[in-house]
């Protein structure tokens, strides 16, 4: 199960806050059981891009060796 403050990969696009499968966020909530987490998205800049309720299904941990990807956030 992944913990609060662990960085986290979406699996999943997310259109209405912009947000695509391979961006990387934060956990800064764990719901009952690790069924859901509240994941913070940041931009490069530090502003806080987005702040979403996911299901554990839509993120999965960060591997090993893994590199971040910029691109423009394109929000709905």
Known sequence: ??????????TTDVLD????DGDVGTVVHVYPDGKAYEVEFVALNGETA???????????????LEITHARQLVTA
């Open 50 to 64: 987005a702040v979403v309720t996911l299901k554990a299904s839509q993120v999965r941990p960060v591997e090993r």
């Open 1 to 10: 199960m992944v913990q609060e403050h662990e960085r986290v990969v979406l």
């Open 17 to 20: 806050y912009g947000l695509m």
